[in-house]
């Protein structure tokens, strides 16, 4: 079975930069898209970033110029790099493997799923 790892989540102030990782147990991984979604408190989940194995990524617009994601095949690990972050930017940050290689917007179509890591941005 799958199992997706986060990590590099903590707290950071305003203006500051993070990266998060996602690592996942098995070879395959390389296959598939891969998402990072967030989830602040009493919020829905929302897309983040997503690649595909190609290299291929999306990225919300809303987080665009901030956010960039990229992917190490060879170490089954998918970054997400956030910068400037804002107060906004806080909650718990998922990565998420596409049920194949197509990049999705919705939770819906990502089968697995990492504990997440909290991302908290002071003001």
């Known amino acids: 079975q799958v199992q997706l790892e986060e990590s590099g989540g903590g707290l950071v102030q305003a203006g500051d930069s993070l990266r998060l990782s996602c690592t996942s147990s098995?070879?395959?991984?390389?296959?598939?898209?891969t998402a990072w979604f967030r989830q602040a408190p009493g919020k829905e989940r929302e897309f983040v970033a997503a690649?595909?194995?190609?290299?291929?990524?999306a990225v919300a617009d809303s987080l665009k110029g901030r956010f960039t994601i990229s992917r190490d095949n060879p170490k089954a690990t998918v970054y997400l790099r956030m910068s400037s972050l804002k107060p906004e930017d806080t909650g718990v940050y998922y990565c998420?493997?596409?049920?194949?290689?197509?990049?999705?917007?919705?939770?819906?179509?990502?089968?697995?799923w990492g504990q997440g890591t909290q991302v908290t941005v002071s003001s």
């Open positions: 098995t070879s395959t991984f390389s296959t598939y898209a």
């Open positions: 998420a493997r596409s049920r194949n290689s197509v990049i999705y917007s919705s939770p819906v179509d990502y089968i697995t």
């Open positions: 690649i595909r194995s190609g290299g291929s990524t």
